[in-house]
């Protein structure tokens, strides 16, 4: 067994593990309505969460994305209520203007060597700073084509719905799965979260792949930002407050080495998903505290955390015990 | 990582709920518990449902919207009865609403509205803060009858929708009575502290507060910070300067036991009572009630045993 990919199926086997107890108690959550909610409720969280893996995996962090989320949302609003644009441009605008403010960090944090935690955290004060400028009240989106988005779903059997926004998360961890594990670039960027001097020994073009990183998570950012403003039909400047942290809580419970350098697409999104079946499950319960989620969520990431620490030293000592040989 | 496995799987299975009980299931989506009111409602829903045989599935939203559709949905796939929404904010609930509409499960907004098509809920319970501003100033009007009163009143935070409207209320109250005069207004942010602060100046203002006949505060917080206000200025709160307050909450029932408070008008934190009512009438025979179903603003004063409403709120986690 690849020791590497032990954390992914770690987290498959909770998940699975974790249906199982809720199917049991509540038979009503294999129904197609609940795996429809799942994907709709949490479409937001699992774009943004690609992009975070992403930077999770060049051994980075982006604190800024839950205000690009509430940003985007009320630029969207303030936007449509007071110009006369198609949505399909603002959002063409929007996507530009997070993945070139993402591209920005990225900039500074390579070149002026600062600690992506600093340079991410004024972002994340300067989007939320910029949301409120626009609006401090929250803004409904009146625009028939919005509407039109807002009700598009497919009908599954057992009258679930896979909502246009689900699809659309499907389809972004379709496209970081490849970016992530099949192209030069995923290979850089894991090269560079295994350590500068390795990636350098590569011939990776630091900067560039630095750049591209973020940008890429601020792309995600505001796509996420658009299902957002989908999802709940409103700008809001106050909204996703946190949401950077649910992110990376998903990416390190989908088994990505929270230093970099390891990890699978793939396992944040079933992080994502057993979040919100345990969401899910305090719901169906009714008589748990909601706080419970976070406390579930805590036990979680400290018990991955662990766990990739003893896979760390596993490997460590066999690599030592290979030398010594 | 059995252990691992082991111990998340004993948190999920932490207090299994047994199987329903009978009668209907209703699902309650409230925002959060930010304040004592809200903490109380929650509580006092908590105890409608069970005195009338409900299942009640509470969600704490932590003040998130997103929580909040998430819950609903939940509360759609799960198949409840019913659904209550303390809406966080106004937008944004047009799908999800459409959702529960589609599953025909009737939706009940508590306390705050939606800007959603009115066919998307079955009602909506609030009170009426212009009403309550009424109720204060009705009674005032009544108590000091033909004789000259200079009142004094701390505002709410400016701006907001209750200080305009409970304003606004006590103004059109006290409009007809010509012995009735509002001579100092300044908010106290509806806080202790400010209520005692504004106060302490309006005193020395009006000659040690010897000018002053009534204080009229938004909410009980204020009314409370100013009563120790006329307190230290030597002055008897409740007789030489009556007090009439907002919201009804422990403190103030316990201050109208002392004397030292005259009135209050309750915003009653009983928003499921009105709503389980109007499912009741709507399950039994499909009564549509007003999308607007207003609560009762009640007047509480000395004569209406305040030491008992005090041991009968106290528990309610205000």
Known sequence: MNIRALPLY???????????????????????????????????????????????????????VGSV???????????????????????????????????????????????????????MFLARGAAYMLSIDSVPVVHPFF???????????????????????????????????????????????????????????QGRTTVLVYAFSGLMAGLSGIVFTIYTGSGYSLATVGTELTAIAAVVIGGTLLTGGAGYMFGTFIGVMTMGLIQTYIVFDGSLSSWWTKIVVGVLLLAFILLQKGLVKLSQDRLAAGAGR | MTRYLMSTAAMLAVSASAALAEGETIGFSQIGSESGWRAAETTLTRTQAEERGYELQFSDAQQRQENQIAAIRSFVAQGVDAILLAPVVATGWDSVLEEAKEAEIPVVLLDRQVDSAEDLYLT???????????????????????????????????????????????????????????????????????????????LQAENGGKDICALYAHNDDMAVGAIQAIKEAGLKPGEDILVVSIDGVPDIFQAMANGEANATVELTPNMAGPAFDALEAYWADGTMPEKFIQTESRLYTQADDPAGEYERRKGLGY
Not at chain 1, 15 to 28: D, E, K, R
Not at chain 2, 190 to 196: I, M, P, S, W, Y
């Open chain 1, 147 to 205: 509407d039109w988005l807002e009700g598009l779903y497919w009908l599954m059997p057992g009258k679930g719905r896979l909502r246009l926004i689900g699809v659309v998360m499907l389809l972004a961890f379709a496209a970081g799965i490849v970016v992530a594990h099949k192209t030069r670039f995923g290979t850089s960027v894991l090269a560079l979260g295994g350590g500068e001097a390795t990636a350098r020994l590569m011939g990776v073009r």
């Open chain 1, 69 to 123: 989320i509430a940003f985007s949302g009320v630029f969207i609003a303030v936007v449509l209520r007071d110009s006369t644009l198609h949505p399909l441009a603002v959002f063409a605008m929007l996507l530009a203007l997070t993945t070139a403010f993402g591209a920005a960090m990225g900039f500074l944090i390579d070149r002026l060597a600062m600690p992506a935690f600093i340079v991410t955290l004024a972002g």
């Open chain 2, 124 to 202: 909506a319970i609030g009170s009426n803060l212009v009403h309550e501003g009424e109720v204060a100033g009705e009674w005032l009007a009544g108590e000091v009858g033909e004789r000259d009163c200079r009142i004094v009143e701390l505002q709410g935070t400016t701006g907001s929708s209750p200080a305009i409207d409970r304003k606004a209320g006590f103004e059109a109250a006290i409009k007809d009575h010509a012995n009735l005069e509002i001579v100092r207004s300044q908010t106290g942010d509806f806080t202790r502290a400010l209520g005692k602060e504004v106060m302490e100046s309006f």
């Open chain 1, 10 to 64: 770690v987290t498959i086997a909770i998940f699975l593990l974790a249906y199982l107890v809720c199917w049991t108690q509540f038979p009503a959550m294999l129904s197609t309505r609940v795996i429809g909610n799942l994907l709709t409720d949490n479409a937001y969280l699992g774009i943004v969460a690609v992009g975070m893996t992403l930077v999770i995996l060049s051994g980075g962090i982006d604190l800024s």
